[in-house]
């Protein structure tokens, strides 16, 4: 089965890290009248005629210039402008939430240069101060670090791990087996997802998951196994997913992140599904991938 975590980085480039702080390299691979330059204002893009917008660098504005990489023989970068252009021209610009539609089909292979394009926008945008010295930092190695004008301590990226998980109980692959979804608060009737949550200092993946699932609805949740992993900067997550084998199955909500929860049979999923009272996440996200892993097939629908 083709999953759609699987495509979002079917496709990655060439980051080319060991060129980041070669100026003579990164102005020569500027000047290439090959490549390629999306422009971010502040940590939003503007698609033009129902795509993303890569122009070439001959035509690209002033801004923060980031080397993405290499790939097929082509330099990718991003620039990224003051946010104001982005407000001035306000429903034009979208987050990469909003970029999503715009990231299927064939252009799903854009996918990887645009997480890495605005991931590192949302971590430029936030980043303003040195937590050392509250000093003023100045980009450098191509948007990948930022350095203290005061103290000269560096600061790099940061990728936040979050775990999403498919809770099954039941016997596997039975008529009757049985897996858990919930809906947050501010989601409509009907709208439903796998659980997820993020791992908190000093824990595996594996107990976050446990923790997460307990926290939210109640259930106790014995093995846990490896599924796949897919990047999802918004801002800078990276979603870890995992099958949990629930060892309880009575459903107690505690905490205000889950409203309501429910077990499905693949039955169920199916009918609920096709009647439009079930409504599942996305086709690219990594919570529409489990579900339908343990499924067995596509489902009809999706936000």
């Known amino acids: 089965m083709d999953f759609a975590h699987l495509a979002l980085a079917r496709d990655p480039h060439d980051r080319l890290g060991l060129h980041r702080t070669d100026d003579a390299w990164l102005d020569e691979r500027w000047k290439d009248p090959d490549g390629r330059v999306l422009v971010v204002s502040g940590t939003r893009v503007r698609p033009r005629d129902g795509a993303l917008e890569w122009l070439p660098t001959t035509e690209a504005p002033d801004g923060v210039r980031v080397l993405l990489g290499d790939r097929d023989g082509t330099t990718w970068w991003a620039v990224i402008v003051d946010a104001s252009l982005a407000q001035e021209?306000?429903?034009?610009?979208?987050?990469?939430?909003?970029?999503?539609?715009?990231?299927?089909?064939?252009?799903?292979?854009?996918a990887p240069l645009v997480f890495h394009a605005l991931?590192?926008?949302?971590?430029?945008?936030?980043?303003?101060?040195?937590?050392?010295?509250?000093?003023?930092?100045?980009?450098?190695?191509?948007?990948?670090?930022?350095?203290?004008?005061?103290?000269?301590?560096?600061?790099?990226?940061?990728?936040d791990p979050a775990v999403i998980m498919l809770v099954a109980a039941g016997e596997p692959g039975s008529e009757d087996e049985r897996c858990l979804l919930g809906r947050g608060p501010q989601w409509p009737e009907g709208r439903f997802s796998t659980l997820a949550g993020f791992c908190e200092p000093g824990e595996t993946l594996e107990d976050a998951v446990r923790r997460e699932v307990l926290e939210e609805t109640g259930v106790v949740v014995g093995e846990v196994t490896y599924f796949g992993n897919q990047p999802w900067p918004l801002p800078s997550s990276l979603m870890v997913g995992f099958i949990g084998r629930a060892l309880t199955e009575e459903i107690r909500l505690e905490d205000a992140d889950v409203v309501e929860?429910?077990?499905?049979?693949?039955?169920?999923?199916?009918?609920?599904?096709?009647?439009?009272?079930?409504?599942l996440p996305?086709?690219?996200?990594?919570?529409?991938?489990?579900?339908?892993?343990?499924?067995g097939g596509p489902l009809p629908g999706s936000w």
Do not use: N
Request: proline share 6%; glycine share 14%; with cysteine.
């Open 119 to 159: 991931g590192l926008a949302e971590w430029l945008w936030v980043t303003r101060f040195c937590p050392r010295c509250g000093g003023g930092l100045v980009p450098r190695a191509a948007g990948h670090e930022l350095t203290c004008e005061e103290c000269g301590k560096p600061q790099f990226p940061r990728t």
């Open 261 to 279: 929860a429910r077990w499905l049979t693949r039955g169920q999923m199916r009918e609920e599904a096709e009647a439009g009272t079930l409504v």
């Open 89 to 110: 021209e306000q429903g034009q610009w979208f987050p990469l939430r909003g970029l999503l539609p715009f990231l299927s089909g064939d252009a799903i292979s854009e």
């Open 282 to 295: 996305g086709g690219v996200s990594i919570s529409r991938s489990l579900v339908e892993h343990w499924y």
